[in-house]
C-alpha cells in the first residue's frame, strides 16, 4: 500500500538540507576568506543585478511545483500516485535550486568585490523564496 507520508517526510527533509547549505555557505565563506578586499570591484552592481533577476527563475517553477504538489495530494493512495509523487520530488529539487541561485551568485559577488551587505541581501532572499518549496507542515505529521 502506497504510503505518502514517506514523501511528505522526504520533501520536508531536502528543503530543510537546501536552506542549511544557502544559509552555511556564505557564512563560511565569509569566516574563511576573513577581510577580504576583493578581486574585481567593477563586477559589484552587474553581479548584484544578476543575482536579483535569477529571482525569475523561480517564478516558472514555483508555478510546476504548485501544480505538482495539488496533483499528488489529490491522488491519495492510487495507483498513480507514485508517479506524481515522483514529479513532485523533482519540482521541488529544481525549485529549490532555482531559489538558491541568487545565493550563490552573492558568493561570486562577495569573491569578486568583497562586500558582506549584499551577500547578505542575496541570501535573505533565496531563504525568502524557498520558504515557498517548502511542504505544508499539515500534511507531514
Request: aromatic residues 10%; glycine residues 6%.
Amino acid at each position: 500500500m502506497f504510503d505518502p507520508k514517506s514523501h511528505w517526510r522526504a520533501l520536508r527533509s531536502v528543503w530543510r538540507m537546501l536552506s542549511l547549505a544557502v544559509l552555511l555557505l556564505p557564512i563560511l565563506l565569509v569566516v574563511v576568506l576573513g577581510d577580504w578586499t576583493g578581486l574585481f570591484d567593477d563586477a559589484a552592481v552587474p553581479l548584484f543585478g544578476v543575482g536579483m533577476a535569477s529571482l525569475m527563475l523561480t517564478l516558472w517553477r514555483f508555478r510546476l511545483y504548485k501544480r505538482a504538489l495539488i496533483r499528488a495530494e489529490g491522488l491519495g493512495e492510487s495507483d498513480e500516485a507514485a508517479s506524481a509523487w515522483a514529479v513532485l520530488h523533482r519540482n521541488q529539487s529544481l525549485g529549490l535550486a532555482a531559489a538558491a541561485l541568487p545565493a550563490l551568485i552573492a558568493l561570486v559577488h562577495y569573491f569578486c568585490v568583497g562586500e558582506v551587505i549584499p551577500l547578505v541581501l542575496l541570501v535573505i532572499v533565496s531563504l525568502g523564496v524557498m520558504l515557498l518549496y517548502r511542504p505544508p507542515a499539515a500534511w507531514v505529521d
